[in-house]
């Protein structure tokens, strides 16, 4: 199948520069799917559960997961594991894909942890993309298409052309006319349907090159192919019309790189690779998810946020597609994802279609267009009064929704400041401060990341004083910086402003206050001082006194705002009746601009001094609390009439409003905005911060007191976090048998309980940071060690089925085999490994860890006296294969005794 008449670009295209109103510009939502691939051969061969079901074909919920760890999420389709690749592309990428042959930007980008099938779809969508995209040329009679390929991988922030992969790491430029490109990137124009398939599969093998020469590659970096399809409409005159649009297609890193950078933050291990681009997208996404767009939104942190700007937030139709594994081993890392998708649905592109003229039109238009805004500039007709009142109005509207976001953030703001009221009361009374401390710390994100997120998922691990010396650190830095920025700020702000404005004066002392009093704080050397004198200066630190200041600030800001409103007032003939108490009462940067203007040298009043003197006298009576009978006596009018109002010419107020009254308002609205914000995050982690200080401080005091919970409460739950800790680690099951029977929540247990959780705790630690390391192994692949222990428990799973005939009578197995429905069919020995191979699991029934205990304790001859001596079980590091293996050893003694 060949492309209709291919017409080669003869002249320059740019993007039209047809008026807004005439370009349709169309505002959707991106599109969410969430695909779930079925378990793998080795996860099932690991006697993996699912933990995800597709309830409908929109939600997805979790299954098989303790009550308070289910959760629901609903998208614009969901996928389960039977969906085949067509499906996914009808419902899930068409409609996207195709916009691109009419003129509209798309994107579809596959996101997910490795080895959860983002290649695997994504290969299936660039296939039924292909076959689309030349059905819909074929048809399209009257229009002639040029499509071009490019493909780039990106891996360690460096960009390598897969059409062209001698030509080494290329550069981003930033094109005014088309955004970011890739200098010097090779771009085929493509003959046919074939050879784009050719060309996509030479970029696929040149990326499965990469996944050989270096390891895990291809999980590592981000594959974009980008299809670009202009179509053009020739007219009678000559002059052709064209559409030009890209499709993109993205196959991103795993996720997992992600998630573990955001989990770690700023303590992120050292030597641990950060995949920036990835770690950007997702906050690129959570910022545009938030609604905001106006912000700044870190598009250029990374090389694929850069490169793909527009279709993230802005001119281009987007489609996400999620992809999952379902395993419970898994379910972090999923549940990573669905957040990510979650964010990801609440994204608004404006998308738009992509008119581009040829050259001889585009200089028509422009000619045209000059002309026009000529005879506007000519035009003596000044603004009508009706234009200005409407101008008035607006700003009037402006400021009133201004001063409604003020009020909004008072009130958040002092509900913050309670609430910090409340935690402080509750540090007082010891008790309550415990439980506070406890649920701050166990149920929301702390400061830090990483080690923490164990311990609020297992709630058991204690904090290392200098972990939190560390965090105090941290919280330390963030206030030096807000200091800084809000000096950079000010200087910002005062450069707006007249020199002698004493509002601004006192702004500034008072940032400059903070700001040294910030740098006292951080005087203190790092690495000194004991976790002791940390907690006493954390809890003694002027916590108020920063939020004095800044309230100081706060009222500063204000003042101008209510300044601003004055300066508008004083001019306004629809609020001056309503407002004139306050109207021009006040000096003000705001305001200073447009005295500037009215007091510039063609309007002067002869009778004033200058404008600066005229602002600080007027201050000056601004400050006197108590004024002379004279001047309360002197009449309103007779200071307005200095004002130079009347001889002002109405394009000079035109300008006026547009330049400073707008950039004060956004500059004051900005930084407000920004200190609040910066406010309320430190509030907030300095109580995580306390909380976790007394929940140290209290298990130090109280170790060997006894615990707020109930004992058997505390039993129950260590002993569920230890057997799918066992589960999740594929410990013996012999070893589970025999603890299980062993300890049954008597005081004597405690001292093995808590061993064995930080045990098993530490190693599901280790060998999820080995996973992590290594994403590939995680895949098809699992590391060495977790192929060690699933070889073990294999191994002795045979073991236990020969000693099924002998030790259980035949009655007594046929008892078995119904109740755990294992089929007549395969002959005696299969049955018996069957039934075996179903014990221990599902570590989230109560009644199958009995019975399955019971069954082991029988095959093995278990009695409940057994030592409790042989769990004393050593922490090693997995590293070490044959040590690591030891705690087996016992356990296979055990059998051979
Ligand atoms: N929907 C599915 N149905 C059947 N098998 C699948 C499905 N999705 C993925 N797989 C299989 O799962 C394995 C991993 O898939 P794939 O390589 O696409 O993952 P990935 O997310 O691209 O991984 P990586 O990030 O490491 O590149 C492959 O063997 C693939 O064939």
């Known amino acids: 199948m060949t492309t209709p008449p291919v017409t080669p670009p003869t002249t320059k295209v740019r993007p039209s520069p047809s008026p807004s109103s005439t370009r349709k510009v169309r505002e959707e939502k991106i599109l969410v799917t969430v695909r779930m691939r079925p378990l793998t051969p080795r996860e099932i061969g690991n006697y993996d559960l699912c933990a995800w079901d597709c309830v409908d ?3 997805i919920a979790s299954t098989n997961l303790a009550r308070h760890n289910a959760a629901t999420y609903t998208f614009d389709r969901v996928f389960d594991p039977s969906s085949s690749n067509r499906t996914v592309y009808q419902l899930g990428a068409r409609d996207v894909a195709l916009s691109a042959t009419k003129g509209i930007n798309a994107t579809i980008f596959a996101y997910g942890q490795t080895s959860s099938g983002k290649t695997y779809t994504m290969k299936g969508i660039a296939e039924k993309c292909i076959d689309d995209i030349y059905a819909y040329i074929n048809n399209a009679t009257g229009s002639s298409f040029v499509l071009k390929l490019s493909a780039i991988e990106i ?17 981003l430029l930033d094109d005014p006319e088309r955004g970011t490109v890739v200098e010097k990137l090779t771009e085929e124009v493509i003959k046919n349907s074939q050879h784009l398939r050719h060309l996509i599969a030479t970029c696929e093998d040149q990326r499965q090159v990469g996944e050989t020469s270096l390891n895990d590659r291809s999980s590592r970096s981000h594959q974009i192919i980008r299809l670009t399809i202009e179509s053009s409409l020739h007219d009678e005159s000559g002059c052709s019309k064209a559409l030009l649009a890209s499709l993109s297609l993205v196959d991103l890193a795993g996720s997992e790189r992600a998630a573990q950078t955001n989990a770690a933050g700023a303590r992120l291990k050292e030597g641990s690779h950060i995949n920036r681009s990835l770690l950007t997208l997702t906050n690129v996404i ?9 912000g700044h939104i870190p598009y250029r942190d990374s090389k694929l946020t850069r490169i793909l700007q527009s279709s993230l937030g802005g001119n281009a139709r987007t489609a996400i597609i999620c992809t999952m594994s379902p395993a419970l081993s898994h379910v972090d890392q999923s549940r990573n994802t669905l957040a990510f998708a979650t964010s990801a649905k609440e994204v608004t592109n404006t998308a738009q279609v992509n008119m581009v003229v040829a050259e001889k039109q585009l200089v028509k238009h422009l000619q045209k267009e000059v002309s026009r805004l000529k005879a506007e500039l000519l035009s003596p007709e000044p603004p009508s009064s009706e234009c200005l ?31 910090l009221e409340v935690v402080r009361k509750l540090q007082d009374d010891d008790g309550l401060s415990r439980q506070v401390a406890k649920r701050l710390s166990f149920g929301g994100e702390t400061v830090s990341g990483g080690s923490e997120r164990k311990t609020h998922r297992r709630g058991r691990q204690s904090i290392e004083p200098c972990v939190l010396r560390h965090e105090i650190r941290k919280l330390e830095m963030m206030q030096r910086r807000l200091g800084e920025e809000a000096d950079r700020t000010l200087d910002l ?72 409103e004055g300066c508008l007032d004083s001019r306004s003939p629809l609020k001056s009746n309503k407002r004139n108490n306050n109207s021009g009462s006040m000096p003000n940067f705001i305001r200073s601009p447009c005295l500037k203007n009215l007091h510039g ?51 000079k107020i035109q300008m006026m409003f547009k330049t400073a009254a707008e950039d004060n308002y956004q500059n004051v609205k900005a930084y407000v905005t920004d200190l609040k914000e910066r406010v309320a995050k430190l509030q907030y982690q300095k109580q995580l911060l306390v909380c976790q200080v007394l929940e140290l401080e209290g298990k130090n005091d109280d170790l060997g007191e006894q615990s707020p919970l109930p004992r058997n409460l505390v039993f129950e739950d260590q002993k569920n976090q230890i057997i799918m800790m066992w589960h999740l680690c594929h410990v013996s099951i012999i070893h589970r048998t025999q603890f299980y029977m062993l300890f049954r929540g008597e005081p004597a247990d405690d001292i093995y309980i808590q061993v064995e959780l930080r045990r098993l705790t530490w190693l599901e630690q280790k060998l999820s940071d080995l996973g992590n390391a290594s994403p590939a192994l995680l895949g098809d692949e699992p590391a060495g060690y977790v192929t060690s222990s699933i070889k073990a428990l294999k191994q002795e799973r045979e073991y236990l089925a020969k000693r099924v005939s002998t030790k259980l009578s035949a009655d007594e197995r046929e008892m078995l085999y119904r109740r755990w429905e294992i089929p007549v069919e395969g002959g005696k020995q299969r049955r018996r490994l069957q039934l075996v191979n179903r014990l221990w699991t599902d570590p989230l029934n109560p009644s199958h860890v009995k019975e399955s205990a019971e069954i082991v304790a029988k095959l093995v001859g278990f009695c409940e006296t057994g030592s409790a001596e042989m769990f004393a079980l050593n922490f090693v590091n997995p590293s070490d294969k044959t040590s690591w293996m030891r705690g087996w050893n016992m356990i296979s003694n055990l059998l051979h005794r």
């Open 389 to 419: 009142r409407s101008l008035l109005l607006e700003k009037e509207q402006k400021i009133q929704q201004m001063q409604r976001e003020m009020d909004e953030l008072k009130r958040e703001r002092d509900s913050a400041q309670s609430q």
């Open 286 to 294: 959570r910022k545009l998810s938030g609604g905001k767009k106006t």
């Open 57 to 59: 074909e929109n939600t």
């Open 155 to 171: 891996y360690n922030e460096t960009v390598v052309d897969l059409l062209n992969p001698d030509s080494g790491p290329l550069r």
């Open 601 to 651: 040298t063609e309007n002067m009043d002869p009778g004033t001094h200058n404008s600066a003197a005229a602002v600080d006298t007027f201050s000056q009576k601004q400050a006197t609390p108590h004024k002379t009978a004279d001047e309360k006596a002197t009449p309103k009018s007779s200071s307005t009439s200095k004002q130079p109002q009347s001889s002002v010419s109405v394009k």
């Open 493 to 564: 702000l005062s450069s707006h402003t007249s020199a002698n404005n004493r509002s601004i004066e006192k702004l500034v002392s008072d940032i400059k206050n903070i700001n040294a009093s910030l740098k006292d704080n951080i005087s203190v050397k790092e690495g000194s001082g004991s976790l002791e004198e940390e907690i006493g200066r954390l809890k003694c630190e002027e916590t108020a006194s920063l939020e004095e200041k800044l309230e100081s600030v706060r009222k500063s800001l204000d003042k101008l705002v209510r300044g601003e």
